[in-house]
């Protein structure tokens, strides 16, 4: 018979190397409260960008800095460019921060988020341009990709007009009532001739 070894093949049973093998997770450090907003900003959004173990603390903390005055507009702007980033795991926070603090202005963004590759973010572009515009054009983000596109395009055009609406303003009066010239007439003189 053999002689039983001194260390298992398996090391799940060894203590020694099971210590070896752990693997430790990198403590994600929080921004703090008073470092500059910009900055903060974007180091999350740098977090984002690194992994799971970093973008769920990033989004939370993303949240946070939004609620300051001035700070959500500074989100929206990082986090924009974001959206069309390889990774969902990237988009998807960056969608929900754009929708979280992203006004009017940010609609564009989230009509390109309808024609994304993943149905989650799709459908939840979907729902918060409904939600925003009161308007659906009968997108389904589950549709075939004729369909959707098509819808898309409607999306498109509708953000076009309203651009437009912002860009023109409404005439004034004087543009829709020119006021008129005066006429000049020439004056008689006591004598009753004309004066030139």
Do not use: C
């Not at 693997?23 to 799971?52: H, I, M, S, W, Y």
């Amino acid at each position: 018979m053999d002689k039983p070894r001194d260390k298992d093949a398996y090391t799940g049973f060894d203590p020694e190397a099971a210590d070896q093998s752990k693997r430790k997770a990198e403590k994600v450090e929080r921004v703090k409260a008073d470092t500059d907003p910009a900055k903060a900003v974007e180091t999350l959004v740098a977090n984002l960008q690194k992994g799971p173990a970093y973008a769920i603390p990033a989004e939370e903390q993303l949240k946070m800095w939004g609620t300051q005055q001035g700070v959500d507009k500074i989100v929206v702007s990082k986090v924009r460019m974001l959206l069309k980033h390889e990774k969902v795991e990237v988009r998807a926070p960056a969608l929900r921060l754009t929708i979280l603090y992203g006004r009017a202005e940010s609609n564009g963004d989230l009509i390109e988020a309808l024609a994304d590759q993943e149905y989650a973010i799709r459908a939840t572009a979907s729902r918060a341009l409904q939600a925003r515009a009161r308007r659906d054009f009968s997108y389904d983000p589950g549709a075939g990709e004729v369909a959707r596109a098509r819808a898309v395009q409607e999306w498109r055009q509708w953000w076009q007009e309203e651009q437009r609406k912002v860009a023109v303003q409404p005439p004034t009066v004087y543009e829709e009532k020119p006021p008129t010239e005066p006429k000049i007439t020439p004056t008689k003189d006591v004598k009753g001739t004309e004066e030139k």
